[in-house]
């Protein structure tokens, strides 16, 4: 083949578009470049087995050792203090534990990276769980823990009295009631301090009596006052007639799963992870656990769990995207759920006959994964629950003849759409 030389121009030109390819590639690899040792930054409740996952990446990666920095066990603290530090632009947190509910504000805030799709398999995944990473039509973290609320029962008593576990409100006040008087301990308690977790057992209980609060994409209040009212009463009658114990006011999920490892509670709605912990306490051979309760039948329960994201101010990015994707992997959410009890990211694993061997409930939490509510993906998301939670913590407070239900409930819609028009 004879090559005839180029012309001028068209060197010149080419020329051009190489540096600019180059230029674009550069901006790319510095974008996501960076290796070296990095830290992942996570809430406590999801820690307690992690050291043994990271141990196994360092072993094979001496020169990108990865650090565990816990956060506090509640939400609200631990997104205090990712947003502090990334608001002050620091490259202390290289890889980023994210509730699911925080993926709209640190997008929007700039915090946090896109991530590219092809690089994860996330066509294994359970769909409502992907959905939770998505926001604005990009994928933003990758799901690492699903989670979704179950409520756990004393079956030994059950047994005792001839009942079976509940599917609606009516037989859990009723089974929860009878076992308080008889057995002289708490009927039934969630998370009930006023914090997320007190925002999540309140759309809990909305979703459960067939109603929302807002639309999928939080730019609506569709809160219906008669179903938001019926979920709230449920909640305000348990500690009304005594069968949901006052301190439970001050629970979060330690809080309440303590109380019923101890045997001190009948019913206890809390996340999967604390049914491993439950197997070797004082009422381990003693417990099951079901869907949640509702109005008229089984309940609808928010979807929870987390989501790792790569710091936008890392200087360590490649090496935190490596290891998501090492996290991420079907061999490490095996050991999610065997180690830690979380629920896995990966749908083949709820399938597994051996891990249902020793997880019984995992169809009941498949099931209950893919019928939660996702809460809105709002960046204001924060001011919705804190609006959420400190009305309903008002109202589940004696004296209750200071609230009407109806009231409040009216009051919070207000409230929730000068937060959305604000937005
Ligand atoms: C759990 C859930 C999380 C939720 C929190 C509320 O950690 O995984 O999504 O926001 O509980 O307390």
Redesign the pocket.
């Known amino acids: 083949m004879v090559r005839r030389p180029i012309p001028a121009a068209l060197a010149v030109l080419l020329g051009l578009l190489v540096t600019a390819c180059s230029a674009a590639g550069a901006q790319e690899t510095e974008r996501f470049g960076g290796t070296g040792p990095f830290t992942l930054v996570i809430g406590r409740?999801a820690t307690a087995y992690l050291q043994s996952l990271l141990d196994r990446w360092n072993q094979t990666h001496p020169g990108e050792r990865a650090t565990l920095l816990e956060l506090p066990e509640a939400?609200d603290e631990q997104r205090a203090q990712m947003v502090a530090n990334l608001q002050a632009r620091s490259d202390r947190y290289d890889v980023l534990g994210l509730?699911?509910?925080w993926t709209a504000e640190f997008a929007d805030a700039g915090w946090i990276l896109p991530l590219e799709r092809a690089m994860f398999p996330l066509d294994r995944f359970l769909p409502p769980v992907v959905d939770t990473a998505v926001y604005r039509g990009k994928l933003w973290a990758v799901p690492y823990t699903s989670?979704a609320g179950l409520l756990f029962y004393r079956k030994d008593l059950l047994a005792k009295e001839g009942l079976k576990p509940p599917r609606t409100w009516g037989e859990l006040r009723d089974q929860a009631r009878a076992l308080h008087e008889k057995y002289g301990i708490g009927g039934y308690a969630g998370?009930f301090l006023a914090y997320?977790?007190l925002t999540?057992n309140f759309a809990e209980a909305v979703q459960s009596a067939g109603g929302q609060i807002l639309s999928p994409d939080g730019t609506k209040v569709t809160m219906d006052v008669a179903k938001a009212k019926a979920g709230l009463d449920f909640l305000v009658g348990g500690f009304r007639e005594g069968w949901i114990p006052p301190e439970s006011l001050s629970f979060k999920?330690d809080e309440a799963q303590l109380a019923f490892e101890e045997g001190r509670l009948a019913f206890a709605r809390n996340?999967p992870h604390t049914y491993g912990p439950a197997t070797t306490s004082a009422v381990a051979g003693k417990f099951g656990v079901t869907r949640l309760p509702g109005a008229n039948g089984p309940g609808t329960g928010s979807l929870?769990?987390?989501n790792l994201a790569v710091s936008a101010f890392s200087k360590r990015q490649k090496s935190a995207t490596e290891f998501i994707r090492y996290f991420t992997s079907l061999e490490n959410q095996r050991r999610v759920l065997a180690d830690g009890s979380f629920p896995p990211v990966w749908a083949e694993l709820y399938d597994d006959p051996g891990l249902i061997k020793r997880f019984p409930y995992l169809p009941v939490l498949k099931q209950s994964i893919l019928s939660a509510r996702p809460r809105p993906a709002s960046a204001n998301y924060d001011q919705v629950s804190l609006a959420i939670a400190s009305a309903v913590s008002n109202a589940l407070t004696p004296p209750f003849t200071e609230h009407d239900s109806e009231d409040v409930v009216s009051s919070m819609k207000g409230q929730l759409e000068e937060i959305i028009r604000a937005q």
């Open positions: 409740p939400a509730d699911v509910i989670n998370q997320e977790g999540v999920e996340w929870g769990g987390y």
